[in-house]
């Protein structure tokens, strides 16, 4: 606490330095960043339908087995 500060008062933090000003990404990255992150979004949404098929699938195959195998002779 300095003499100039008044009693049971925090000082205030002292101000963050200024960012540096963001620099503007070349045309080509842009272009290649974009078509990057397409491809990933694609093959997400490609695994996420094979996931869905596949869940689909094996769904049908346990009921067409407890179809065969419900009223089964004894």
């Given at each position: 606490?300095?003499?100039?500060?008044?009693?049971?008062?925090?000082?205030?933090?002292?101000?963050?330095?200024?960012?540096?000003?963001?620099?503007?990404?070349?045309?080509?990255?842009?272009?290649?960043?974009?078509?990057?992150?397409?491809?990933?979004?694609?093959?997400?949404?490609?695994?996420?339908?094979?996931?869905?098929a596949a869940r689909e699938a094996l769904d049908?195959?346990?009921?067409?087995?407890?179809?065969?195998?419900?009223?089964?002779?004894?």
């Amino acid at each position: 606490m300095t003499p100039d500060e008044p009693a049971g008062r925090t000082p205030e933090p002292e101000p963050l330095a200024p960012e540096p000003p963001e620099q503007e990404e070349h045309p080509i990255v842009a272009w290649a960043r974009a078509i990057v992150l397409g491809i990933g979004d694609t093959a997400r949404d490609m695994l996420e339908a094979g996931r869905q098929a596949a869940r689909e699938a094996l769904d049908e195959g346990w009921q067409r087995f407890d179809e065969k195998t419900r009223h089964r002779r004894r």
